[in-house]
């Protein structure tokens, strides 16, 4: 789960025209829906140590994550590993769009002297020198709430003593470039995330009239990947997929957001003018009878803040997926320990995700809003079935192509092949 996915098929009504103790809300490890879209993105611009939800989290606990030290040294490196846990040197989280804080940290007189090489996630850790000249590294490209939470749970885990770290800067809205970007295109159908898939199921669903763009799809993903030259700003180097059916019909397909970056999109979405909207992601399972690729709608959301939970109500059902399941939304895995683990199944929570609540909370704010929703399980966190989240892989997808198929024929009104002929494929840009 640690990389939740998500996708969004939106059909739009033509009518819609174009250093300090936190509040009790944001302590929260996981948070109800409405908490979710009510809870302010605001962080100190200066903040020592670690944020509420990542300072109850101890090494020393047990992890609902297998391997953690492979898993540490893939999201930090060896070379940061070691001076987290044999040097002196502090840590300086900079938030916000990367490029902006890059160029200002080297207007203060920020030295900046290369990347750390580490595996995955969009962060970057460099090695730098501070205006006085002391050695610290540096992380940037972290932006959102939820990553703040996600980028700091990486060094709690590796055992960096908060007195070691900072984070800095403001969060960085998109909203504004989202809206723009979406004015300039038009009302169009939406799909977030699983873009592949989406694309695929579009393309097999008539195969001999899209040929061609077959084709050219398999061509493009022999393509070498681009070397990863900072870009002017994090959202620079985003774009998404435009399909144009022979219909008339166009199709838009994101990657997916993560966590809180992810409710702005879906705001951003809506208030463009979606009004018919289907959620896809992977989620963590919590029941010992759960095996990974189960699917269905979450029946119920739970809030840890209130220990209530209630139906979820908003969400339409999708052609052959279950409504079953007790929801709860985390801002990361990393706050996932045992601990949390045993409370969250005693609270009878069947399935954790990080994107959903976002989702569900503009549902139920917004009544006309045609929503459905789904979670395929890309892990299980207890039991004989347990697996974790770090075999998944995308070809754990293949065998859902009915699902995805069955969504895209629910939201779009396909009856037939006919419906997904291709007249062309583009890609927009922010």
Not at 19 to 30: M, N
Not at 361 to 388: F, I, T, Y
Request: hydrophobic share 40%.
């Amino acid at each position: 789960m640690l990389f939740t996915i998500a996708f969004v098929l939106g059909a739009l009504v033509a009518t819609v025209p174009a250093a300090a103790q936190q509040p009790g809300p944001r302590a929260r490890v996981g948070v109800g829906c409405e908490a979710a879209l009510a809870e302010s993105r605001w962080i100190p611009p200066d903040f020592p140590g670690y944020l509420a939800e990542v300072a109850r989290v101890s090494p020393e606990q047990p992890h609902t994550i297998d391997y953690m030290e492979s898993y540490l040294h893939d999201a930090l490196g060896a070379e940061t590993l070691s001076a987290v846990r044999s040097g002196s040197s502090p840590f300086v989280i900079v938030v916000g769009d990367g490029p902006t804080a890059l160029k200002r940290l080297k207007t203060e007189g920020w030295q900046l002297e290369g990347q750390v090489e580490k595996g995955s996630g969009y962060y970057r850790i460099h090695r730098a020198k501070d205006p006085a000249g002391n050695d610290t590294y540096v992380v940037t490209h972290v932006n959102g709430r939820d990553r703040v939470i996600h980028v700091q749970g990486f060094f709690k885990l590796a055992g960096l003593a908060p007195a070691r770290l900072r984070t800095i800067g403001e969060l960085k809205s998109w909203k504004a470039e989202y809206r723009a970007a979406f004015a300039r295109l038009g009302y169009v159908p939406v799909f977030y995330g699983w873009p592949n898939s989406g694309v695929a199921a579009v393309m097999k669903a008539n195969p001999i009239a899209n040929a061609k763009w077959i084709g050219r799809r398999l061509w493009e993903r022999m393509r070498p990947a681009k070397s990863s030259a900072e870009p002017a700003s994090d959202l620079s180097n985003q774009s998404f997929q435009i399909i144009e059916f022979e219909n008339g019909k166009r199709l838009w397909l994101f990657n997916s957001m993560y966590g809180d970056l992810a409710g702005e999109l879906l705001d951003a979405l809506y208030e463009h003018g979606a009004r018919n909207i289907t959620y896809f992601g992977t989620a963590g399972g919590l029941n010992e009878a759960q095996r990974v690729r189960d699917i269905f709608t979450p029946k119920e959301d739970f809030d840890p803040g209130t220990g209530e939970s209630r139906p979820v109500g908003v969400l339409k059902p999708i052609p052959g997926v279950p409504v079953s399941g007790r929801y709860v939304r985390v801002a990361t895995s990393n706050t996932e320990t045992q601990a949390w683990l045993d409370d969250s199944v005693k609270n009878g929570v069947d399935v954790v995700e990080m994107e959903l609540g976002y989702f569900i909370a503009l549902a139920r704010a917004h009544p006309e809003l045609n929503a459905r929703a789904a979670l395929v399980l890309s892990e299980v966190l207890r039991g004989p079935n347990r697996k974790d989240m770090r075999s998944w892989s995308s070809k754990d997808t293949d065998p859902l192509a009915p699902e995805v198929r069955s969504a895209l024929d629910a939201t779009l009104g396909a009856t037939g092949k006919k419906d997904y002929a291709i007249r062309a494929v583009r890609k927009g840009r922010f």
